[in-house]
């Protein structure tokens, strides 16, 4: 064990770990590992900063290289009562691409067997109060802002790809809104949003794929029945031309 002395007022002390510096060649590494097992179970690696009774508790932060601009990996600081954030930042580039951001579920090798998924899941509100009870969190899916003043300077493009297969049928794309126990279910949305100041608003487009040998895929519109209430309508309408020019078809 490696401790440092304990402070009733102040802070105790600090320890620190890290390999020399190098003029031309590379410094050295740090390897923190528990040791492995033949038949039983290999240790834990617990990093973990002290829990604070009334005061704030401290943030754990993995960076890579520059203190600016590196990749970071933040868990953040607390206070009682208090969740903490995690923010994981890929560093900033002034000479390239801006770095990417990976995440990817384990692979399944052995036969009969399916790779792992990934989950991103707004957190929870569980408060069961019946007046204002607790609201779950949102999930944000945002292409990066193209910053630039030129019309070749895009925005970043949001790609939702299913599976591919090479046997059976490819994996498929579900767009679902939320149940209610109670009330109405969710609401889904697809739109394209205003122009700027020139140029047209984006197009929607509803296609199915082109078949070799078998059918293509049917483009299917319907609105659910209702009970005891009216059954909903299907609306299609053309855009308004409100100064010279046409309306949409």
């Known amino acids: 064990s490696y401790l440092t002395g304990n402070a009733t007022a102040g802070h105790s002390g600090d320890m620190l770990y890290m390999t020399g510096n190098v003029t031309t060649g590379r410094s050295g590494n740090i390897t923190i590992e528990t040791g492995a097992s033949t038949t039983g ?18 943030s754990i932060t993995f960076r890579a290289g520059d203190k600016e601009k590196g990749s970071i990996f933040n868990f953040g600081a607390s206070i009682p009562g208090h969740a903490t954030d995690i923010l994981m930042q890929v560093g900033v580039d002034t000479t390239n691409d801006g770095g990417d951001l990976i995440m990817g579920a384990g692979t399944a090798s052995t036969a009969g ?88 608003s984006g197009t929607l487009f509803f296609n199915t794929g082109d078949s070799t040998q078998g059918q293509s895929g049917d ?3 319907s609105v659910g029945a209702a009970t005891l209430g009216e059954g909903g309508a299907i609306r299609m309408t053309s855009g308004e031309a409100k100064s010279t020019g046409f309306n949409g078809d």
């Open 113 to 200: 067997f399916t790779g792992g998924d990934v989950h991103l899941t707004g957190g929870s509100g569980t408060s069961t109060d019946a007046v204002d009870g607790g609201d779950g969190g949102d999930v944000f899916i945002n292409g990066g802002e193209g910053s630039g003043a030129g019309t070749s300077d895009l925005g970043g493009d949001l790609f939702f790809t299913a599976g591919k297969a090479n046997g059976g049928k490819g994996g498929n794309v579900v767009l679902k809104s939320g149940e209610s126990t109670m009330s109405g279910s969710g609401d889904v949305t697809v739109e394209t949003v205003d122009a700027g100041a020139i140029g047209p």
């Open 219 to 221: 483009l299917i519109a």
């Open 41 to 58: 179970e290999t240790g834990n690696v617990l990093i973990s900063s002290g829990q604070s009774a009334t005061g704030v508790s401290g």
